[in-house]
């Protein structure tokens, strides 16, 4: 039987993944397959990009990974990249909240953002008393009856009252995805909220009854892999740019780089049923196509095969943003830094969306004389601050921590990463969007990233 072709468009973490996969199981027996990875930039790794320098590991893009969704702590793993793992500080475990012009504590006896704790609950001032007495009645809030979407601000409000809703969703879940609460899809982002309402009645029930009893450690059952201590967030030694370095040397298949696809179209009299059309001239014949780029990027290359998925694709909504890093020399920085970093709900007057205190979450990633702090700007609130220059950037954000965490000194390096339409929106109903778009995929062609889940 003759090898299947399959081209995969774009050389992100998705492309790469999918390349190491479609390899995996052909060595494994179960097919015939074979792969060229075409992506427009002459590297790949899309949005993970990570930096090096004089003992700082500065990351342009995420930072981390969730160990709740465990794809990509078994992916690191199954490549041989255990001993390289890292774990949040234990020493360093809370968040604060920028609330009236100072940074509060996240409350105690909070599990997601229902209170599982009444003591420690009570003890915080991020929350007023009404507030705290609303979020305590959401046991008794009768649950939602049918199953249809709505907004991660509607179902917060409804469970927890509008002080959770815009004190902790907004920056806390919301923030995730630089997107506003208001139009953010719960069941595309967080559908276990709405299982726990459904399952028992209300969220502190179900976190109560649901609290898991394994020791961390006791994951991925099943994958053959020794367990390995893990926490809620979790990266690589040499940044996440390790595993892009790992991935790009495991794939055997074709990789072409520095050059886009221009089109692919239905190829009726070749031996395969796609070609791909390259901006250099160059054709490659498919069997399946695996498109891993942005939604509207995807929406311009599926044009000639259906006008009905393409005009869905380029309909996603996508916000900008921007992360700026500041290294700072320890010596007479005054802050404790105490804990993962901040965020600001859109109802403070602070341009930053939050700030990851890097060497205090992953210690490893600064040397001990050195603070390395990361801004988030822009996102649905500013979205025009991501688009100012790197000076500009820079200042704006060393204004913002100067108010919010007394910095008074310059710092000794910066590095800026804009991100421009580089965040995808989950509108209320975005996931039957999504079956839909796939519904009107031609066969062979399949769409994979985070323009879709």
Same mark, same amino acid.
């Given at each position: ?5 399959? +081209?995969?468009?774009?050389?992100? $973490? ?20 074979? @792969?060229?990875? $075409? ?13 090096? $320098? ?11 990974? &969730? ?28 968040? @604060? ?30 929350? !007023? ?43 806390? &879940? ?33 976190? &109560? ?51 886009? +696809? ?58 900008? !943003? ?36 890097? !060497? ?10 050195? +603070?390395?702090? #990361? ?6 609130? #500013? ?68 323009? @879709?889940?």
């Amino acid at each position: 039987m003759a090898d299947k072709q399959v +081209v995969i468009v774009g050389g992100g $973490i998705t492309g790469l993944a999918t390349a190491y996969y479609l390899q995996k199981q052909a060595g494994a027996g179960d097919s015939s397959v074979q @792969y060229t990875l $075409i992506e427009s930039q002459p590297t790949l790794g899309g949005k993970i990009v990570t930096e090096r $320098i004089n003992g700082l590991v500065v990351e342009g893009g995420p930072d981390s990974f &969730l160990t709740q969704k465990p794809w990509a702590l078994q992916l690191c793993r199954e490549l041989g990249l255990s001993e390289d793992l890292v774990l949040t500080s234990r020493a360093n475990q809370r968040v @604060y909240i920028w609330r009236h012009g100072r940074l509060r504590p996240m409350p105690g006896g909070l599990s997601l953002i229902a209170p599982t704790s009444v003591g420690l609950f009570l003890k915080s001032s991020l929350i !007023s008393p009404a507030g705290k007495l609303r979020m305590f009645a959401e046991r008794f809030i009768p649950p939602k009856q049918d199953d249809a979407d709505e907004s991660l601000a509607s179902f917060v409000r409804r469970r927890l009252g509008q002080e959770a809703a815009d004190i902790l969703a907004e920056p806390l &879940l919301a923030g995730i995805y630089a997107a506003d609460p208001e139009r953010l899809s719960i069941m595309a982002t967080f559908p276990r909220l709405r299982d726990l309402e459904r399952d028992h009645g209300s969220l502190t029930a179900g976190l &109560l009854q649901t609290r898991p009893k394994a020791q961390p450690g006791q994951s991925e059952v099943g994958t053959g892999l020794r367990p390995v201590p893990t926490t809620t967030f979790m990266t690589l030694r040499g940044g996440l740019g390790q595993l892009i370095t790992k991935l790009t040397r495991t794939v055997t298949g074709q990789i072409i780089t520095g050059s886009s +696809v221009h089109s692919i179209r239905r190829d009726v009299a070749g031996g395969q049923p796609y070609r791909v059309e390259l901006q250099d001239g160059r054709r490659v014949e498919a069997d399946a196509v695996v498109l891993t780029t942005p939604a509207y990027v995807a929406a311009g290359l599926v044009a000639n095969l259906s006008s009905d998925l393409s005009q869905k694709l380029g309909a996603i909504r996508y916000e900008s !943003s921007a992360t700026v890093s500041l290294a700072f020399e320890r010596a007479g920085f005054e802050h404790p830094l105490n804990g993962f970093g901040f965020v600001v709900p859109s109802t403070e007057d602070c341009r930053l969306m939050g700030c990851t205190w890097t !060497s205090s979450k992953f210690p490893h990633r600064a040397p001990a004389d050195k +603070v390395l702090l #990361r801004a988030f700007v822009g996102g649905y609130r #500013r979205p025009e601050l991501a688009q100012l220059d790197d000076d500009e950037l820079a200042e704006l954000v060393l204004d913002e921590l100067n108010r919010t965490i007394g910095v008074r000194s310059k710092p000794a390096q910066r590095w800026v990463y804009r991100w421009p339409i580089g965040n995808p929106q989950y509108d209320v109903g975005h996931l039957e969007r999504v079956a839909e778009m796939e519904s009107l995929c031609p066969p062979g062609i399949f769409l994979a990233g985070s323009s @879709y889940r």
